[in-house]
């Protein structure tokens, strides 16, 4: 029952070094681990994210598509800055045709885009003109959170009756990336190639791991044509 | 009794239960995670197809809108091939149809198959006429994340056939045929 004062004994070298193996060991398992609940807690986020941006993104187009006229749309192939410009309807009385009534528009750096949507600066009558420059536009709102940047905006418009340039059908391909996912999960590098729109773009280093990035791809009709000879 | 100098540690045996008991919540922990992410995938995915179906009933929309001034009879609304067709708008604007089997990918990063089949609706009207609509499926399917077999979503949209109203009524003005 006596425990002796002077049991000082501690361990061996071998003992210590084992231990300390053991330990290392563990604890690498461990950081591994942490490390990939991290990447995954991210890569979650991210999805969350670009998910709502999306469908924010979308929805707001197709609502004010809807309610448009027609809609011309912007290809800048240099920057990948694309916007879509939608007019309101024409007077029904003199047919001139209205001015812009808004734009939705890419800008920003490469590494960080963001969807803006604008109103007309002044009620301008077009006549026929069909310039879509979002410069022209005022009142900017930003529709992506700070947590995403969209690597593409691509807009096609067709038209569905006579005149050609008056396009009444918008096709959109969304692709919103999150500012969360690591850099290198990303691969920017890949240029988008109009003639092949469904399969190009911005994609994920192997398409598998945890890469935030939702897109999208969808159409929406503009709600009349513009009035003819009235 | 409290011993005072009591220096013994813990056993490696302690150490190593220690440590398992450890591992194992961290692995928990983790497949909780994974499998959170995974459900965020799909959801995602979900989301890509849905909008996929809804470009297309749109597309099939339009298609038939920009017709309704050919009047053939006995003629769909859309072009149906019988395996499937897809509509695309190229980017210059031309709205096309495809005929494609189950292998036609669309969709972001080129992972949905679509798939359109189309079936005559309703002919209340003499069959030269052709049909009231076309009653269209759009199939869009994509590969099962971290497993066999593809996962799948299914949109029906069924489209009068405006042209009905053309071919059937004898007068040329719509306003003295009611």
């Known amino acids: 029952m006596f425990v002796k004062r002077s ?65 011309i749309p912007k290809i800048d192939t240099a920057s990948g800055n694309n916007a879509i410009c939608l007019y309101r309807p024409a007077s029904r009385v003199s047919n001139i045709l209205r001015g812009p009534s808004e734009v939705f528009s890419l800008e920003g750096t490469t590494t960080k885009k963001i969807v803006w949507r604008k109103l007309d600066a002044a009620d301008l009558a077009l006549d026929g003109s069909t310039v879509c420059d979002p410069n022209l536009y005022a009142n900017p709102r930003d529709l992506t959170s700070p947590e995403v940047s969209v690597m593409l905006f691509y807009p096609t418009a067709a038209s569905l009756v006579a005149p050609a340039t008056l396009k009444t059908m918008l096709n959109f391909e969304l692709r919103i990336a999150s500012t969360r996912a690591l850099a290198s999960e990303i691969n920017t590098s890949v ?32 709600r009349s044509q513009i009035a003819g000879g009235d | 009794m409290r011993r005072g100098f009591n220096q013994a540690g813990d056993t490696l045996v302690e150490v190593v239960f220690a440590i398992a008991i450890i591992s194992i919540t961290l692995v928990s922990a983790y497949n909780v995670a994974n499998n959170s992410y995974r459900i965020g995938v799909q959801a995602r995915e979900r989301i890509e197809a849905a909008s996929v179906a ?81 009653k269209y499926t759009i199939r869009v399917e994509w590969p099962r994340i971290g497993g066999t077999g593809n996962e799948n979503t299914e949109v029906t949209l069924t489209l009068a056939d405006r042209r009905l109203d053309r071919t059937n009524i004898e007068c040329d003005e719509v306003e003295k045929c009611s």
């Open chain 1, 7 to 71: 049991n000082q004994k501690g361990f061996t070298l071998v003992e210590t070094v084992l231990a300390m193996a053991i330990f290392t060991f563990v604890l690498l398992i461990l950081v591994g681990a942490l490390t990939g609940l991290y990447r995954i807690y991210r890569a979650t986020a991210g999805i969350r994210d670009t998910q709502q941006q999306a469908r924010t993104v979308s929805e707001e187009i197709t609502r004010a598509t809807r309610n448009a006229s027609y809609v």
């Open chain 1, 191 to 222: 240029a988008f190639d109009p003639a092949n729109p469904e399969n190009t773009g911005p994609v994920c280093d192997d398409g598998l791991s945890y890469c935030s990035m939702t897109g999208i791809s969808s159409g929406v009709q503009a």
């Open chain 2, 54 to 134: 809804q470009g297309q009933a749109e597309l099939l929309r339009a298609w038939r809108d920009q017709n309704t001034v050919n009047m053939a009879p006995n003629q769909g609304v859309v072009p149906s091939p019988a395996g499937g067709f897809k509509v695309t708008m190229s980017p210059t604007g031309v709205i096309t149809s495809t005929a494609c089997g189950p292998t036609c990918l669309v969709g972001p990063g080129g992972r949905y198959q679509l798939r359109v089949t189309a079936a005559e609706v309703g002919t209340v009207f003499p069959s030269t006429s052709g049909p009231d609509g076309v």
